[in-house]
Nanobody, 129 residues
Framework: QVQLVESGGGLVQPGGSLRLSCTAS????????IGWFRQAPGKEREGVSC????????HYTNSLEGRATSSKDQAKNAVYLQINNLKPEDAAVYYC??????????????????????WGQGTQVTVSS
């Protein structure tokens, strides 16, 4: 059974950091692109990052540029998104999703949720003092 599971969310003070994890089961992530998306209450889902498991190509949208780092652990079939200097506007449910690796050639395509076909259930990130 194909499954993606996000973890690592929680309550963080402004300025703090979180490392979100996306772990796959039922298939191997190594040939795909992993996208990170977030959705705040009353807002549309937005792409914030994508990462190529094959060559490490990474894109971030302006909302995370300069504050995020992506990494992988192929042995654990997992991808990580570290977000630093968290802001209240970062609060949302964060999702990871899988797409064909080709999407990483262009940032706008890479963060388009329509390109992704496996999704996790999300992990809540709350930023508050």
């Amino acid at each position: 059974q194909v499954q993606l599971v996000e973890s690592g969310g929680g309550l963080v003070q402004p300025g703090g950091s979180l490392r979100l994890s996306c772990t796959a089961s039922g298939f191997n992530l190594s040939i795909y692109a992993i996208g990170w998306f977030r959705q705040a209450p009353g807002k549309e889902r937005e792409g914030v990052s994508c990462f190529s498991m094959t060559d490490g190509t990474t894109h971030y949208t302006n909302s995370l540029e300069g504050r995020a780092t992506s990494s992988k652990d192929q042995a654990k079939n997992a991808v990580y998104l570290q977000i630093n200097n968290l802001k209240p506007e970062d609060a949302a449910v964060y999702y990871c999703a899988v797409a064909e690796d080709l999407v990483t050639t262009h940032r706008d395509i890479c963060v388009d949720p329509n390109e992704y076909y496996y999704w996790g259930q999300g992990t809540q990130v709350t930023v508050s003092s």
